[in-house]
């Protein structure tokens, strides 16, 4: 169906939507696939947790809206799967091409958002790459990630001293002003002051958002931003 390496084994994948028809559609095409195995389904977060730690799989398909009452639940279950297992990928499933909530899914550790029109060879060919531990966008999420990444950087990046970079790995990494202040021998005050400066150089306006951010601008993990590892 495309030109994607073929993994050793089959990817293992785990269809979490409210909607079981949905879920009888997308298993019935991606069995097709030789090289992708869907190993067990879900209509909730109760089931899909469950069938997360049964069936451990290498990639999830998750609905972003996951009952009538809420129409982004699948962000907070996508926060808990990444935290619960981390080694498994997850790929947002939407109806919505909307920039913050692909803001919001990247930053919860989803390595995909994809819309739901998304052709048949698309969404295989992106299952492929997120099992890599790849990222995998559809056509118009990929432009909309690219132009986010572009317009930011064109803005020009703001001068970062070495020790607001190390303040900003550790912001990220989710630490508190008191424990920055201990991890890099300052008082509390004072790792409040150089947080302050980090995220007005990031401009953003809640320390959630400084992973994100700071990653997009190529201050962590090597400088590559996230959500798109490996190509659009």
């Known amino acids: 169906m495309s030109?994607?390496?073929?993994?050793a084994a089959p990817a293992r994948v785990l269809l979490v939507d409210d909607h079981a028809i949905v879920r009888r559609g997308l298993r019935s095409i991606?069995?097709?696939?030789?090289?992708?195995?869907?190993?067990a389904e879900a209509g909730d977060r109760t089931e899909a947790l469950a069938a997360l730690e049964r069936s451990r799989p290498d990639v999830i398909l998750l609905d972003l809206k996951l009952s009538s009452d809420h129409d982004t639940e699948g962000l907070e279950l996508c926060s808990e799967i990444v935290r619960r297992r981390p080694q498994s990928n997850v790929v947002i499933l939407s109806t919505f091409l909307n920039e913050s909530l692909l803001n919001q899914s990247l930053r919860r550790g989803a390595k995909a958002y994809v819309l739901k029109e998304v052709d048949?060879?698309?969404l295989v060919r992106i299952i492929r790459r997120v099992s890599r531990g790849e990222s995998g966008f559809d056509g118009r999420s990929a432009e909309m990630v690219r132009a986010l990444v572009a317009g930011e950087h064109s803005a020009g990046d703001p001068e970062f001293t070495q020790r607001e970079r190390e303040v900003t790995e550790?912001?990220?990494s989710g630490l508190t002003n008191a424990e920055?202040?201990?991890?890099?021998f300052v008082s509390e005050s004072t790792a409040k002051f150089h947080v302050r400066n980090v995220m007005r150089k990031l401009g953003v306006h809640s320390r959630a958002e400084v992973a994100y951010a700071a990653g997009k601008r190529g201050l962590l993990d090597g400088g590559r931003p996230p959500g798109i590892?490996?190509?659009?």
């Open 170 to 172: 550790l912001l990220a």
């Open 30 to 39: 991606l069995e097709l696939e030789p090289d992708i195995s869907v190993v």
């Open 180 to 184: 920055i202040g201990r991890r890099i």
């Open 229 to 232: 590892a490996g190509g659009p």
């Open 3 to 7: 030109a994607e390496p073929v993994p």
């Open 120 to 122: 048949v060879v698309e």
